[in-house]
């Protein structure tokens, strides 16, 4: 079945330096890819998402962008801050059953050093 | 602005007893899920319903029911709740585009 990969657990840096966030997606078809954060104590808000090869997608600093050949969606942003501190999540929507269903992965916790 | 709202907020249950979890959202979506969310897994899905009277299994659903009796409201049902049911619960609508609005959680406790 359908399943996404995020390598990482947990990330830690330290103000305005640069985050990637793995992700690794197996999926028949050609799925869209989505990145959802969690700030403590709330649910997951939809980011942004992305539908074919090659497209961007970019919210609030943070891009990812859709590669079909190395079947990856990585999370970038360029200077992080306090309020970035969250869990992150990678998902793919299912294509063929119309439900619009998301499987995600794990989940990636990212904070701040002190 | 969208809306998913979930009750209770926090609940704690006893082995063997009934656990109903209620989610209600005004985004007039035909949608909803229902997933939970424990450490190491992230979320799975549980259940999901394409409108009122209608309900699907999800990835996880052995020990849970759900039910549809409107298009606002979807609920999740747990016949006889075990420990390995304490989880953080997670009820989300949603509309053709996949973006799914999500509601604050339920911490559910089974002792």
């Known amino acids: 079945g359908d399943s996404v990969t995020q390598t990482e657990g947990q990330v830690a840096l330290s103000e305005e330096d640069f985050l990637t966030i793995h992700c690794n997606y197996s999926?028949?078809?050609?799925?869209?890819l989505f990145w959802y954060v969690q700030y403590p104590g709330e649910g997951p808000q939809f980011l942004f998402r992305?539908?074919?090869?090659?497209e961007k997608g970019s919210s609030r600093g943070f891009e990812a962008t859709y590669d079909k050949g190395t079947t990856s969606f990585h999370l970038r942003k360029a200077s992080v801050q306090e309020s970035d501190s969250a869990v992150y999540y990678c998902?793919?929507?299912?294509?063929?059953?119309?439900?619009?269903?998301?499987?995600f992965g794990k989940g990636t916790k990212f904070s701040l050093i002190p | 602005e969208a809306a998913v709202t979930q009750s209770p907020r926090n609940k704690v249950a006893v082995t063997g007893g009934k656990v109903t979890l209620s989610c209600n959202q005004t985004?007039?979506?035909?949608?909803m899920y229902w997933y939970r969310q424990d450490t190491g897994h992230g979320l799975r899905l549980i259940h999901y319903?394409?409108?009122?009277?209608?309900?699907e299994k999800g990835d996880i659903p052995d020990g849970y029911k759900a039910s549809r009796p409107s298009q606002e409201n979807f609920s999740l049902i747990l016949e006889l709740a075990t420990p390995s049911q304490t989880s953080v619960y997670f009820c989300?609508?949603?509309?053709?585009?996949?973006?799914?609005?999500f509601g604050p959680g339920t911490r559910l406790t089974v002792l």
């Open positions: 989300a609508s949603g509309r053709s585009s996949y973006e799914q609005y």
């Open positions: 999926a028949s078809g050609y799925p869209a």
């Open positions: 992305a539908s074919r090869d090659k």
């Open positions: 998902a793919l929507g299912d294509p063929g059953t119309g439900s619009n269903r998301l499987t």
């Open positions: 985004n007039n979506h035909n949608n």
């Open positions: 319903s394409y409108g009122a009277g209608s309900t």
